[in-house]
């Protein structure tokens, strides 16, 4: 198993580009996430999805969409790059909720991306 | 806002000495995870404690929760230099409805040989 998998690797945009990071998983998860690091901020939550055919906002969701594909793959997408998005982006997954309880969260690789 | 927060930021340490990181948070929880991530690559999921327990082991790791004093201790025995990594504590939020971990800004350590 990839366990997840991230594309691309890395990214330069230019001020106003637009960009999807791809992501999926084939853990059978119930759950998807997206996350950026930036240095000394940790792990903020862009969106999630709890399931398939849901998705939900998280902590810092202005400037991003997301799409629930199918149970696999969840998309992160940037409609007009701006330099505050220079980031690392982390996709991660986790097995559905069990009675409300958050479990283990596997990480992809990481997705670099500079905004010019 | 963040809801885990680690203490200290970095800690450097001579290779077989012990290393012990702190997390503390604000909100009930139901578990309470610690995860490792290597210099440029995703973070790893080490160990998750859950609010009715209070100390969990697993190889070199030892992890302690106080839900009363709603913190938790991260120890690392008997370093390694592989062991040098950011280590970041991640809570579920009870009463957020637990949809989600909420990740502390993480600790940074090194292990010296």
């Known amino acids: 198993n990839a366990g997840v998998t991230q594309t691309p690797k890395f990214q330069v945009l230019k001020t106003g580009q637009s960009m999807t990071l791809q992501c999926a998983q084939d853990m059978n998860h119930n759950s998807m996430y997206w996350y950026r690091q930036d240095p000394g901020m940790g792990l903020r939550l862009i969106y999630y999805s709890a399931s398939e055919g849901t998705t939900d906002k998280g902590e810092v969701p202005n400037g991003y969409n997301v799409s629930r594909l199918n149970k696999r793959e969840f998309s992160l997408r940037l409609e007009s790059a701006a330099p505050s998005q220079t980031s690392v982006y982390f996709c991660?997954?986790?097995?559905?909720?069990?009675?409300?309880?958050?479990?283990?969260?596997?990480f992809g690789p990481g997705t670099r991306l500079l905004v010019l | 806002s963040q809801q885990g927060e680690e203490d200290p930021q970095a800690l450097s340490i001579q290779e077989g000495e012990n290393a012990t990181m702190n997390c503390s948070y604000k909100?009930?929880?139901?578990?309470l995870q610690w995860y490792r991530q290597n210099s440029g690559r995703g973070l790893v999921h080490l160990i998750l404690i859950r609010s009715n327990e209070r100390e969990k082991h697993s190889g070199r790791l030892r992890v302690t929760l106080d839900t009363s004093k709603k913190s938790s201790s991260l120890l690392i025995t008997a370093s390694r230099a592989a062991d040098t990594a950011s280590y970041f504590c991640?809570?579920?939020?009870?009463?957020?409805?637990?949809?989600?971990?909420?990740f502390g800004q993480g600790t940074r350590l090194t292990i010296n040989p």
């Open positions: 909100t009930s929880i139901n578990n």
């Open positions: 991640a809570t579920d939020g009870r009463s957020q409805g637990a949809q989600k971990l909420v």
């Open positions: 991660a997954s986790s097995e559905a909720l069990v009675a409300g309880v958050q479990e283990t969260q596997y």
